[in-house]
């Protein structure tokens, strides 16, 4: 039993490559063993952006033998009357090499067919594995990559040294120009010179841990941290939690040293946004705050070297930056000369999206859109604030700061309105109208910014589904998926019974001007089934998927009032007396169904013959008298445990009753019954399509 | 250390490495990309290594000689090494050194960055260098140049003179770099931004510009069908610059912008195709003798295919 070591020293790999190759290499290593019958032990991975490494321990000495059976015609074809070989096993044996009289007999599904067994002896490790681990290298995939020097082979960076040793021997594997050795390298400048391997794990990541280099991503991101952590200490704080940030510097440098530094206290009065982001856009350094969390004129840069003296560094360090807010500054100065108001005209010569026109039309829709649904909303009053935030939620898109920055989007309008005075709403309302960014992220502070919001987002998805674009499978260009779960997570929040039909044709008659790419009625069928995709998909994690489907079947058009259903539907499901219930009810939506539209009446008491019809007559004005105030209320617990309370009469008439009875007005009469117990959950659910069923021993026959 | 002497120096080193040692071209470019020792002679299979000086004009970025940071005409120090040699970053930590820049002593780093130029339809992946956090080179694996695959491929080398001649003598304002003892930048160049910027955001007359454009335009495009392919890049070289200026002076539209960028995308294309012809028609004369016949066969059929599409 052997240890097999690869390493692929490159010069500088991105740092996003570099987990994700990581995960790749570990993960094919593990297969392809295991296709090859090799046995083996733990597989691992680590690396740093020059180098990318796995081992897997103990690896079997030889190939386990592969046994593989070919079958061919069935014997009664492959053998005359007589029991000498036909045509047809001539021809099998002579496809698979063999002598017809080497051919067995083996049972199969199919029957006794003729076969041919054959054992493939397993060869020995250091055989199969030079080619395993080619494979391995050229099956690297980057996000991009690149042509080193003459050959064809391609790679993140350039490939500068390969190590591949089997239980310490080496394998000879070659990768376009690169050929294999068991030596590699340390820290760029601290330890350059090779260092010679034995093919241990253990000894690996010692040597390398010598020379500079923390292999391990986790020990490293670790250290990252903790250096972090310390540099922020010296400097008379904490650094700014930011693990996006820890992972990218992880993975931008082999041995982290941080570096604590300071800039001028005058740029704290930059808006704090904007000083984090220069520090960590543009030169990947840590925020430092004070205990209460306030920005301190510090930061903490993580060096990829342990450099002789840490101030000619630090000195650097602050040098750039100082020039950074140099700029920022002067962003900061230029965009407050010019009112946010003043801006809105030039949103006209900014390109939206080439069909849909310009910034300024899609605020002056976004403006359209959101003061309908705050009418619908029935607030009245928010009506000219939501028209204000929407025609300025986009105008810090024509700010230098938000051009440097992107990220700063609605941030930086939101400061700049502050600094004009505006009313503290509409400066929210700026922010959190891009809010939530993502399946978690935080959501607006207050109507405003949640109905601007999703006026952007319906006209998002409205305006590019009506131009004929699509998201398709993985990929979404044009962040549809985005803008569906941003609208559902505001509905939802903030507990707006909206029609979502509605909104679709006022965001379609918002976009009156823009030419479809189909018909309005198209378009707004295509968003509603997109819409009704992405909440299935979101409920499906949190719900059964029966319960789900089965919400959705008796509608979605108000989303929280489905939301409030299907948490109702989850509820009584759990009850024991849920399951007899959902099988009465599944009867009755089955014969509505069976039965068709205008069979039925308005029910006639007087044509009601049985005892069990009666008492469902009943029964059943009961429940509709005691169900109507829950319903106000969209109290559908009570209302399903309620309506639940009319089950043994369902059910007693279900036995008592044939409800296609002969003579036309009785069974019109009976199937009115029937459309009027099933408009007691039509509404809430379609119990057709849950998954209910008795325990054995209790089913009962049909009728 | 002067700026002068950090010229100096750079040229030394690579000349010590066999580098040929051209100039800047003589004529606009906004970087030294553009200059045809780097754009033309990374085709083909003949190998080239050079290095020089390029002053390096972008209308956009001027700032009339007010920010300590930004030029209107900046030097850029242009190396490109074709094949890159397998140590090709170690050759260029040495160039650091040789300037004074100990990477025992500074923080330097290959920080990831992708290159293209949409206007030379170019591309390659490489790294931004920084030194204790600031850009002091643009190093670029080119894969392609003109749409053409850069086969081999070659290593480009873009130091920022006066970022990294600022760093060195620890001044803010770039106008307060040492020229040489008793002159600064600013004695050389203020004016230059002053006038320059003056020149590209207002005084620069539109009209005459998208003339100038249309001109050089069809005489790139005369040129390249009577095959002379040098002359020809230099008119596309004038219309990327006379682009510059109307970009600069805002008179293109962002709708427009792309369909300009897309006309010097073409002759640039065409000019790289022409100077592979030329090339392959005097047998690739930069090659070892022994190479030369395989490379005019290879280069003949991978033409032919072309013609043939």
Known sequence: MADLLVEIGAEEIPAGFVPVALEQLERDLAKALDDARLGHGEVKAAGTPRRLAVWARDVAPKQGDARTEAFGPPVTQAFDAEGKPTQAALGFAKSQGVDVAALERKQTPKGERVAVTRIEKGRKAEQVLPALVERLIAGLRFRKSMRSRHDDVTFARPVRWIVALHGGRPLKVRFGEVVSGSVTYGHRFKAPKAIRLTGKPEDYVAKLQKAFVVVDPVARRALVEREVAKAAKAAGGRALENPGLVDEVTNLVEFPTGIPGEFEKQNLDLPAEVVISEMRSHQRYFAVVDGAGKLKNRFVAVAGTPVKDPKVARHGYERVLRARLADARFFFEEDKKRKLRDRIEALGRRTYQAKLGSELDRTNRMAAVASALARALGKEAL??????????????????????????????????????????????????????????????????????????????????????????????????????????????????????????????????????????????????????????????????SDLVEAVLAAGFDDVVDARQRLEALAEVKARPDFVPLALAFKRVANIQEKAGGPGAARVDPALLRDEAERRLLAELERVEAEAVSFRQHRNYPAVLKNVATLEPAVAQFFDDVLVMAEEPALRANRLGLMRRVASLFADVADFRKIQAELPPQAQQPQA | MYFQDLILKLQSYWASRNCILAQGYDQEVGAGTMNPATYLRVLGPEPWNVAYVEPSRRPADGRFGENPNRLYQHHQFQVILKPNPPDVQEIYLGSLKAIGIDPLEHDLRFVEDDWESPTLGAWGLGWEVWCDGMEI?????????????????????????????????????????????????????????????????????????????????????????????????????????????????????????????????????????????????????????????????????????????
């Open chain 1, 383 to 544: 009506v000219a604030d939501v028209v204000e935030v929407a025609r300025l939620a986009k105008t810090d898109l024509t700010t230098g700061m938000v051009g440097e920055f992107p990220e700063l989007q609605g941030i930086m309008g939101a400061h700049y309105a502050r600094i004009e005075g505006m009313k503290l709403e509409i400066a929210d309302g700026i922010e959190d109208h891009y809010r939530p960014v993502g399946a978690t992220g935080e959501l607006p502070r207050g109507d405003l910014g949640a109905l601007v919001g999703l006026a952007d987002r319906l006209h998002q998805l409205v305006g590019i589904v009506g131009v004929g674009e699509k998201a398709t499978g993985a990929a979404d260009p044009f962040g549809l998926r985005r803008a569906a779960i941003g609208i559902l997570r505001l509905l939802l929040d903030r507990g707006y019974h909206l029609s979502l039909a509605a909104a679709v044709e006022e965001t379609l008659n918002a976009l009156a001007g823009v030419k479809l790419a189909q018909d309005r009625a198209v378009v707004a069928e295509q968003v509603l089934d997109f819409v009704r995709g992405r909440l299935r998909a979101q409920w499906s994690e949190e719900f059964p």
């Open chain 2, 137 to 309: 080179t643009q190093y670029t694996y080119f894969q392609q140049a003109g749409g053409f695959e850069v086969r081999p491929v070659a290593a480009e080398l873009t130091y920022g003179l006066e970022r990294i001649a600022m760093y060195l003598q620890d001044v803010e304002n770039v106008f307060d770099v040492e020229w040489v003892k008793g002159v600064k930048y600013r004695e050389v160049f203020h004016r230059n931004e002053v006038e320059m910027s003056e020149y590209s955001f207002r005084a620069s007359d539109p009209k005459m510009l998208f003339g100038l454009f249309d001109t050089y335009e069809a005489e790139c495009k005369r040129l390249i069908g009577l095959k002379l392919p040098l002359p020809a890049y230099d008119y596309c070289l004038k219309c990327s610059h006379a682009f510059n200026n109307l970009d600069a002076r805002g008179a293109i539209s962002v709708t427009e912008r792309a369909a300009y960028i897309g006309r010097v995308r073409a002759l640039a294309h065409e000019c790289a195709k022409g100077y592979l012809d030329s090339r392959e028609t005097l047998g690739f004369p930069l090659l070892p003798a022994a190479q030369r016949k395989k490379a005019v066969e290879a280069a003949r059929a991978a033409r032919e295919a072309r013609e043939a599409r």
